[in-house]
């Protein structure tokens, strides 16, 4: 089966061309590579289990240290790169991610330039390298396009995901033996440059999909794109998995491999937004108001963070209409709630320490240190809370880092995260 590959330059994604059944006629010819793949899930399937019932037990009981970990994705925008950097700097994220196209090869020198420059200003930059199918079925044109990009992006530390979402017909994969022909020559390269790998970048709740790569490569991190119920709140459950269940069963699939321990990065999360149309990349259901985007992010970063099995996540991304903390589509860009979000998330949490969780039936309250300082991170899932903190109360931020006026006790919660400072350096 042979689809034009077309790109939707609204959406930054594929069209998926392909009739849908064409694609089943497709992956029945690939049936033996499933049932290899599931034989290959089967035999790890029990000791991962273990694992998960272990991690699951251990939950938001442990400290975690947060560091570094707030990403932003973007891209280049021409003229308007200035603004890019300057938003960057505002937002608080210290890590990027940026994404390359193997079809932009002839564009190269522009990402080149946009990542030293983003580089010159003081960001960790992860290169993203994004494949289609002529990638598969012309495996020595996809290992001149490694060649060149890893020649001109090394660096200390440079690091490069391998490959997007390829579990999605439409970016052109099939089958993980075809992202392990992908892959695999990058990571011969890359001794060769001088760079590291990180991978596989899976999308979605599919982590049967890992042990089998991660036998046969090691990254230098594990990267995810973890969506969870896109039609809902972060705390939903996807048939009975949660967020920070998600989390715990990823870092078990991994830890049952090679590359256990290794780092987990979420390197793509967003939630579309009500009524961008074209813009969208999930139009319908899963589109959500711009306050509740704001208030799911924060939700989201929190509970993977705190769990101690995510080491940093990359929101995508900074500036787009139907998902982005920037909406650029008019000369001047507009700030989203999502923006001030996360620039105050990533103000109060980068340096903390996550220290527990305050018990409360119906709120989900975060404890942190940072320094000589305490505070707490709390919503809830609907309605209103209140609660009475052992300790006597200071401030209470809003979701957007403005300071309320209310009564310091009990701390009324709601659906919008509010942040609670104490007195003292003990709660």
Same mark, same amino acid.
């Given at each position: 089966?042979?689809?034009?590959?077309?790109?939707?330059?609204?959406?930054?994604?594929?069209?998926?061309?392909?009739?849908?059944?064409?694609?089943?006629?497709?992956?029945?010819?690939?049936?033996?590579?499933?049932?290899?793949?599931?034989?290959?899930?089967?035999?790890?399937?029990?000791?991962?289990?273990?694992?998960?019932?272990?991690?699951?037990?251990?939950?938001?009981?442990?400290?975690?240290?947060?560091?570094?970990?707030?990403?932003?994705?973007?891209?280049? *925008?021409?003229?308007?790169?200035?603004?890019?950097?300057?938003?960057?700097?505002?937002?608080?994220?210290?890590?990027?991610?940026?994404?390359?196209?193997?079809?932009?090869?002839?564009?190269?020198?522009?990402?080149?330039?946009?990542?030293?420059?983003?580089?010159?200003?003081?960001?960790?930059?992860?290169?993203?390298?994004?494949?289609?199918?002529?990638?598969?079925?012309?495996?020595?044109?996809?290992?001149?396009?490694?060649?060149?990009?890893?020649?001109?992006?090394?660096?200390?530390?440079?690091?490069?995901?391998?490959?997007?979402?390829?579990?999605?017909?439409?970016?052109?994969?099939?089958?993980?033996?075809?992202?392990?022909?992908?892959?695999?020559?990058?990571?011969?390269?890359?001794?060769?440059?001088?760079?590291?790998?990180?991978?596989?970048?899976?999308?979605?709740?599919?982590?049967?999909?890992?042990?089998?790569?991660?036998?046969?490569?090691?990254?230098?991190?594990?990267?995810?794109?973890?969506?969870?119920?896109?039609?809902?709140?972060?705390?939903?459950?996807?048939?009975?998995?949660?967020?920070?269940?998600? *989390?715990?069963?990823?870092? *078990?699939?991994?830890?049952?491999?090679?590359?256990?321990?290794?780092?987990?990065?979420?390197?793509?999360?967003?939630?579309?937004?009500?009524?961008?149309?074209?813009?969208?990349?999930?139009?319908?259901?899963?589109?959500?108001?711009?306050?509740?985007?704001?208030?799911?992010?924060?939700?989201?970063?929190?509970?993977?963070?705190?769990?101690?099995?995510?080491?940093?996540?990359?929101?995508?991304?900074?500036?787009?209409?139907?998902?982005?903390?920037?909406?650029?589509?008019?000369?001047?860009?507009?700030?989203?709630?999502?923006?001030?979000?996360?620039?105050?998330?990533?103000?109060?949490?980068?340096?903390?320490?996550?220290?527990?969780?305050?018990?409360?039936?119906?709120?989900?309250?975060?404890?942190?240190?940072?320094?000589?300082?305490?505070?707490?991170?709390?919503?809830?899932?609907?309605?209103?809370?209140?609660?009475?903190?052992?300790?006597?109360?200071?401030?209470?931020?809003?979701?957007?880092?403005?300071?309320?006026?209310?009564?310091?006790?009990?701390?009324?919660?709601?659906?919008?995260?509010?942040?609670?400072?104490?007195?003292?350096?003990?709660?």
């Amino acid at each position: 089966m042979s689809f034009k590959f077309e790109w939707n330059e609204f959406a930054d994604q594929p069209h998926n061309v392909a009739p849908r059944s064409e694609r089943m006629k497709f992956h029945l010819r690939h049936a033996g590579g499933y049932l290899r793949l599931f034989g290959s899930s089967l035999r790890v399937a029990v000791p991962a289990l273990r694992r998960y019932r272990r991690y699951r037990q251990a939950l938001y009981t442990l400290p975690v240290e947060i560091t570094k970990a707030f990403g932003l994705a973007c891209s280049p *925008a021409a003229e308007r790169n200035g603004d890019v950097y300057r938003l960057l700097q505002e937002s608080g994220a210290r890590r990027t991610l940026v994404r390359v196209p193997s079809w932009e090869r002839d564009r190269l020198d522009v990402y080149q330039k946009f990542i030293e420059a983003l580089r010159g200003r003081g960001f960790d930059c992860l290169t993203a390298l994004l494949q289609n199918r002529d990638d598969v079925a012309a495996p020595s044109a996809w290992r001149l396009f490694l060649e060149d990009v890893f020649s001109r992006f090394t660096g200390s530390g440079q690091v490069f995901e391998i490959g997007h979402a390829w579990n999605r017909t439409k970016w052109g994969v099939w089958d993980f033996r075809e992202y392990l022909r992908l892959v695999r020559p990058a990571a011969e390269l890359a001794v060769k440059y001088g760079v590291k790998i990180a991978g596989p970048a899976v999308i979605d709740f599919e982590f049967h999909l890992y042990p089998p790569v991660l036998r046969a490569v090691s990254f230098e991190a594990v990267t995810s794109l973890l969506y969870v119920d896109r039609m809902g709140a972060p705390e939903n459950a996807q048939a009975g998995w949660t967020t920070p269940k998600k *989390a715990a069963l990823l870092r *078990a699939a991994v830890d049952v491999t090679p590359n256990r321990g290794r780092d987990l990065w979420i390197t793509e999360i967003n939630w579309p937004l009500e009524g961008m149309g074209r813009y969208s990349p999930a139009p319908g259901k899963p589109c959500v108001s711009e306050d509740r985007q704001a208030d799911y992010l924060v939700r989201y970063y929190i509970l993977c963070l705190a769990s101690g099995f995510i080491r940093r996540i990359y929101w995508w991304q900074l500036a787009a209409p139907g998902y982005g903390l920037i909406d650029n589509r008019d000369p001047v860009w507009r700030k989203r709630p999502a923006f001030e979000a996360f620039r105050t998330l990533a103000l109060e949490l980068e340096g903390s320490v996550f220290t527990g969780k305050a018990d409360h039936p119906r709120a989900e309250i975060y404890l942190f240190r940072r320094g000589s300082e305490v505070f707490a991170v709390g919503w809830t899932r609907q309605g209103a809370a209140a609660h009475v903190f052992p300790q006597a109360v200071s401030r209470i931020m809003d979701r957007d880092g403005r300071v309320l006026e209310c009564s310091l006790e009990p701390v009324s919660f709601e659906e919008s995260p509010r942040y609670v400072f104490f007195r003292s350096s003990e709660v």
